[in-house]
């Protein structure tokens, strides 16, 4: 009731829920593909176009690489990251030559531009090395460490002289055989593919002592035992070591190999085989002619 006596008519009141419009804005900000998009996708868009604004400046992004540059000769140029010099051990002096020779360093450099991969193969792919290890010593020393490869024999062909290990591999040419007289000798094609079974027959010779002379290589397939005074024992392509074994026992018993023998012939195991020096076949064809048919 008003003052009048009348009766007052209630005011309408305002809805508080939101339009559907509204409600529609608010669920889909809180989505989560658009809220990744507004706390990463929007800063992230925004940074690179200042960036490439900035960058699209030829002169800018000069500068830019001359600054990054300078960072980044500044601390790989520090004491602590400098070589100084290489030091090598396990080689001798001259495969040490060698080594200094093929990694052609100038020292001082800086440790970032050391490939120690790259300078290891270029020192493994030297015929006298077996292994290398390259690495960082502190205090600036690029450390080398080698082992190399250890000749076991003399191998002559028609092209040269030279050493190889105990798997055949080249490991240096020499000038003449005496320049390594102290190692056994081997010749022949394909002798270098076949050492291990040569030194199985030189530790089998043993006995001859200095009597041998040397292992020849046959067609790339078996070898002669040379001796001295032109004495040769022919072996067979298998079971080679049993087959001189053989010739020296026989030797031992019945001095085989002292007399007037040229050729032991064991190629056939079954039919061992003897030839005769030309001296020793003249001097008994002449003994059967003058001693007559009774002898």
Partial sequence: MNAGGLAKTPGKR???APSRLSYRVQRWMLTPG?????RIGIPFCLVFAIGSGFLASEKRRDALDAFVGDIRASIQERPEFMVNLMAIDGAGQNLAEDIREVVPLDFPV????LDV???RDVITG??????????????????????????VVVWRTRDGIEILDHTGAHVDDIPTRASRADLPLIVGGGADEAVEEALALLRASQPLGKRLRGLQRMGNRRWDVVLDRGQRIMLPTDRAVQALERVLAVSEVQDLLDRDVAVVDMRIGARPTIR???????????IRKTGGVGQ
Avoid: H, Y
């Fill in 34 to 38: 658009i809220r990744l998009g507004l």
């Fill in 126 to 151: 030297l015929a006298p090395v077996k292994t290398a290890a390259v690495r960082v010593r502190p205090g600036g020393i690029l450390q080398v460490d080698v082992i190399e490869r250890q000749p």
């Fill in 110 to 113: 800086s440790s970032f531009d």
């Fill in 117 to 119: 991969e790259q300078i």
């Fill in 14 to 16: 305002s809805d508080p």
């Fill in 276 to 286: 005769m020096t030309e001296n020793a076949v003249e001097e008994w064809w002449r």
